[in-house]
């Protein structure tokens, strides 16, 4: 009888213990790369909430200057703000944090869905969300206020001082 020696495969020892090894090291593989993209992904939702935040401001900041400066009113028991737009229309901008479904509020913060709308043509359109509140400070009384948008996921805020000529009710 005659026996036949091959040297040329690998014997199934070897085979397990490459199997072992490639599976470690995916499993290593695989959790780092499941690290880095949760912590991407919290990085990207902190920059939208800072957006959000930064284009609330931004565009409560713009619609105060498109009011007629020599006109505004400051309630300070509302938190609104009363004046006149450019076709001498009578308008409102609310930060109070109550909702206003009245037609003349350009703009209002609605505290109980955390979002800032834009009330075009009575559409209550969603400006800017994951607001949690908005602070109106007067600095200078009829002269000079501060504005403060606090976002509701990262505790980030902005603010701003913004000198308008206005009355005080």
Do not use: C
């Amino acid at each position: 009888m005659q026996v036949f020696k091959n040297n040329k495969g690998f014997t199934l020892i070897e085979i397990l213990i490459a199997l072992s090894f490639s599976a470690i090291i995916l499993m290593t593989l695989s959790t780092y790369l499941n690290f880095a993209y949760r912590q991407t992904s919290k990085q990207i939702e902190g920059v939208a909430h800072n957006y959000h935040t930064r284009f609330a401001m931004s565009y409560i900041e713009k619609t105060l200057r498109e009011m007629d400066q020599t006109r505004i009113t400051f309630h300070r028991s509302r938190t609104t703000f009363e004046g006149f737009n450019s076709q001498e229309k009578h308008v409102r901008v609310d930060l109070s944090g109550n909702q206003r479904n009245q037609f003349n509020t350009l703009l209002y913060f609605n505290r109980s869905t955390n979002q800032i709308r834009v009330n075009m043509r009575n559409e209550h359109n969603v400006l800017a969300t994951f607001i949690e509140d908005i602070r109106v400070t007067e600095i200078i009384e009829g002269k000079l206020i501060e504005i403060k948008v606090i976002s509701s996921k990262n505790n980030d805020s902005v603010k701003t001082k913004i000198y308008i000529p206005y009355k005080v009710r």
